[in-house]
């Protein structure tokens, strides 16, 4: 196991390419994404190490370019705000990114684990901390720390029944969602909409507005209009057309878009869906199926 990947991303943060394909999908069992930015540069590149894609709060190498710092951090979403997240001593002993650097562009809510200066000498990256070089050894080792403590938060969040966590339903729910972002390409949405990114990170997922999180808001590729899409989660089929419909409207008003298009992702679609259908045009339902089975493992 070595940090290779941490190498190729300092190295890359200097050439101005967006492409992260060749960057691994997981690493200590946790997802790993890597970001540049999506169409333009990003202010701050970042690794993170997350669960879920909404996890909320995980470890995350945030990389600010303009002051050559890389800081592995206790991440906090500034998106999917957690119900949860790194533990009262962490929030109450940890150093904020916004107390470490002076007006940091980005993320200064996160905290302060480790901090690195970045140096390529002869086509090799070096980090250093204080004027003395960190080894391959020790990045590593403060990598799995962070990440172990990390795996702890999760089960002490598993454990606790109200949770939401902890509902199976919920994690189905949530599962689909990411499903959904991150294979957005190959599934019928991504052939007529895009997604919405700032500043090189995305924002359709969990879109805040000030009548609650609208669970995605794409555009569509033709005109431009928003979309926003609804998981049918625990409510009723009355609950979630309510809902969207007041996303919709929100939608209209604060971004005046009158041709806002809604869509209701629902594990099946029942009368009540149909009739309210027939009066809400815009409104398109869409099912999902969730396939399950176990195969005899033959050697």
């Given at each position: 196991m070595d940090l290779d990947f941490l190498k190729k991303f300092i190295k890359q943060t200097n050439t101005g390419s967006l492409k992260t394909k060749e960057y691994p999908n997981e690493f200590l069992d946790l997802r790993m994404r890597v970001s540049f930015g999506e169409g333009t540069l990003a202010k701050i590149?970042?690794?993170?190490?997350?669960?879920?894609?909404?996890?909320?709060?995980?470890?995350?190498?945030?990389?600010?370019?303009?002051?050559?710092?890389?800081?592995?951090?206790?991440?906090?979403?500034?998106?999917?705000?957690?119900?949860?997240?790194?533990?009262?001593?962490?929030?109450?002993?940890?150093?904020?990114?916004?107390?470490?650097?002076?007006?940091?562009?980005?993320?200064?809510?996160?905290?302060?684990?480790?901090?690195?200066?970045?140096?390529?000498?002869?086509?090799?990256?070096?980090?250093?901390?204080?004027g003395k070089e960190i080894s391959d050894e020790e990045l590593l080792q403060e990598l799995k720390e962070i990440v172990n403590f990390f795996k702890e938060c999760l089960n002490i969040e598993l454990k606790d029944e109200k949770s939401s966590m902890s509902s199976g339903l919920f994690y189905m729910e949530q599962q689909l969602e990411d499903f959904i972002i991150e294979n957005w390409n190959e599934t019928e949405f991504g052939k007529k909409y895009d997604l919405i990114y700032e500043e090189g990170d995305l924002k359709s997922q969990q879109y805040m507005t000030d009548i609650g999180r609208i669970d995605i808001l794409a555009k569509d590729k033709k005109d431009g209009h928003h979309v926003v899409i609804e998981l049918k989660r625990n409510q009723t089929s009355d609950d979630t057309v309510g809902q969207i419909l007041r996303y919709m409207g929100w939608i209209e008003e604060k971004k005046q878009d009158e041709n806002v298009k809604g869509i209701i992702v629902a594990g099946k679609f029942d009368e009540k869906l149909y009739y309210a259908q027939k009066r809400a045009k815009d409104v398109e339902i869409f099912t999902y199926e969730v396939n399950f089975s176990l195969n005899e493992y033959k050697r």
């Open positions: 590149p970042w690794i993170s190490f997350r669960k879920t894609v909404s996890d909320g709060y995980n470890p995350v190498y945030l990389f600010y370019k303009e002051q050559n710092i890389l800081i592995l951090a206790y991440g906090i979403s500034e998106t999917h705000i957690p119900e949860t997240s790194w533990t009262r001593e962490i929030h109450d002993s940890k150093t904020k990114i916004s107390n470490f650097i002076e007006n940091p562009f980005r993320y200064g809510d996160s905290f302060v684990y480790k901090h690195y200066e970045p140096e390529i000498k002869n086509g090799d990256v070096i980090f250093c901390r204080d």
